[in-house]
């Protein structure tokens, strides 16, 4: 870490890899932040994000067309994705290496992309009882305001319904349901309770619009950061 102070979330997985979001609204690009963190530009993989399921299995950085989701197990790739109120998914295999790192809005979410990831974990010969989850900060289900339109793709107990036909719904309470229902371990599950609506510390696009900035997660292995 350089003399430049950030404000991050260290998720602290193991001794062997990083796993952090940069909550604060800033000048610094996630390029120039993963750089003050110690790595090159060079080792980023970037998803250009689309509020897509779409989640793809990648051997080398760079940025990548049409995805919300990336899983690797190159030791000089690192993850990264940006969010203002979506769920940061961070992945991890322990035994086999393979990481994963997930853009989970509420469209990702009702669409699989949980599915979509842990499933393709599996295909790269993980098993569902070593996978490691942790849900980073999202916006928290006493603020996320939305349609009937929306709610309806909700399960119950995700939902609670509003004045004048709105509805709150749980972002994270949602995705720990369908990890449970794949047979993700419910130990092997660990969430952020952090809003990112109510704490001004991190990046609102439901509070600040267009002012919001982006928070930028970041996962890779902890000997490929200097």
């Keep these: 870490m350089t003399s430049i102070e950030l404000s991050y979330i260290d998720y602290n997985f193991n001794n062997n890899i990083l796993a952090i979001t940069h909550t604060e609204k800033s000048e610094y690009s996630r390029i120039e932040i993963a750089n003050i963190l110690g790595q090159t530009s060079q080792n980023l993989a970037i998803p250009l994000q689309t509020h897509s399921a779409n989640v793809l299995y990648i051997d080398k950085p760079g940025e990548v067309e049409n995805c919300d989701g990336l899983i690797t197990h190159e030791s000089n790739v690192v993850l990264s994705l940006q969010t203002a109120d979506c769920i940061p998914i961070f992945l991890l295999d322990e035994v086999t290496g393979l990481r994963g790192l997930i853009h989970a809005g509420w469209r990702g979410i009702v669409s699989g992309i949980v599915k979509n990831a842990i499933e393709l974990m599996v295909a790269h010969q ?101």
């Design 126 to 226: 993980s098993k569902v009882e070593d996978i490691k989850v942790v849900l980073g900060p999202s916006i928290c289900k006493n603020c996320f305001e939305v349609g009937s339109e929306v709610a309806v793709k909700f399960e119950t107990e995700y939902k609670n319904k509003r004045l004048k036909g709105k509805w709150h719904v749980d972002l994270h309470g949602q995705a720990k349901c369908q990890l449970l229902d794949l047979g993700i371990f419910l130990l092997n599950i660990k969430s952020s309770h952090i809003c990112s609506y109510e704490n001004k510390d991190c990046c609102s696009y439901r509070r600040d619009s267009a002012a919001a900035g982006r928070m930028f997660s970041f996962m890779g292995v902890k000997n490929e950061f200097h």
